[in-house]
């Protein structure tokens, strides 16, 4: 598998992973006031922006684990 394709995968599985958890868990730990206010925003910028960092690495470890594995490079 060549470095190109590595990357998209990373990219779609990584965002699969931040799409799920941070939305799921900005529900939990953000509370929805009846108006929202720049505090909230940058509240939810910083838990999606946080997710998407974790899930990036977590993406790319697991692509490169399988890769590894079966092409042994």
Do not use: C, H
Not at 21 to 45: F, H, T, W, Y
Request: glycine content about 6%; cysteine-free; overall charge positive.
């Amino acid at each position: 598998m060549n470095d190109e394709t590595q990357k998209r995968l990373i990219t779609i599985l990584s965002s699969m992973i931040a799409y799920v958890l941070a939305g799921r868990l900005s529900d939990i730990l953000i509370k929805e006031p009846e108006v929202r206010g720049v505090r909230d925003d940058l509240k939810e910028a910083l838990l999606k922006a946080g997710f998407s960092l974790v899930s990036t690495i977590i993406a790319s470890f697991v692509i490169r684990r399988v890769v590894a594995s079966r092409w042994g490079s």
